[in-house]
């Protein structure tokens, strides 16, 4: 079984733009979830998609958007890029039937806004 | 809201050792799932081992397993018979038994394993 792939792996944005990130989760997997990690805030939850539904959201502004598509295929958005936005974006997929499920992670995005 | 403190940056350990990963977290959930995970250096992050709050027996994967002592907040990982491949950044995680899927990540240690 193919594992959860990212892309772009890399990518290079100046500040005010925007960016679309796109994750294919494992094949049965209906939940996909985004994670920011950076060196001074670790890991954090943005949100979880689920049935093409988010159902969980972190706290970060409305500058970072997702959406889920019938495929189970996810995109976040990023509008009006900053300088603290760079970081490594983090998917993770699972069955999504409940909380024991495992996720399994995608290599990452690593974004850098100049 | 929810706590993981991971109080230890680094650690080292020679091959064949025994290495003991802290951690304590904080919540006034009473059902709750723990989880230890790694990202080796350039590879993507791995389920190393998970524990239901509700159980009272810690979890083990084969050289993995748990200290979990739920009154006290702590969720240490024991690693026996360190290898080179253990050499990675490991997080505690926290996740409330709740619809969905949302992990909160303590800051992470770093092991390495020495030959």
């Known amino acids: 079984k193919a594992g959860v792939t990212q892309t772009p792996r890399y990518l290079i944005k100046t500040r005010g733009q925007q960016v679309t990130l796109s994750c294919s989760p494992i094949?049965?997997?209906?939940?996909v979830s985004w994670y920011q990690q950076t060196p001074g805030q670790g890991l954090q939850f943005l949100f979880e998609?689920?049935?093409?539904?988010?159902?969980n959201k972190g706290n970060f502004p409305g500058r970072f958007s997702g959406r889920q598509f019938s495929n189970s295929r996810s995109e976040m958005n990023v509008s009006t890029l900053e300088l603290g936005d760079s970081a490594l974006y983090l998917c993770a997929s699972s069955l999504g039937q409940g909380a024991h499920d495992e996720q399994f992670f995608g290599p990452g995005t690593r974004l850098t806004v100049l | 809201a929810q706590t993981v403190t991971q109080s230890q940056p680094e650690m080292s350990v020679q091959e064949a050792e025994t290495v003991t990963l802290s951690c304590t977290y904080d919540?006034?959930?009473?059902?709750?799932?723990l989880f230890w995970y790694k990202q080796p250096p350039s590879r993507q992050m791995i389920l190393v081992i998970r524990q239901e709050a509700y159980k009272q027996q810690n979890a083990t994967e084969n050289r993995f397993s748990v200290n979990f002592q739920k009154a006290a907040k702590s969720f240490s990982l024991k690693i026996s018979d360190s290898q080179l491949g253990d050499t990675a950044m490991y997080f505690c995680d926290f996740m409330k038994q709740e619809y969905g899927n949302k992990l909160v990540f303590g800051a992470g240690t770093i092991l390495r394993v020495k030959s």
């Open positions: 094949s049965g997997h209906r939940s």
């Open positions: 998609y689920f049935s093409e539904t988010q159902r």
């Open positions: 919540t006034s959930e009473s059902n709750y799932y």
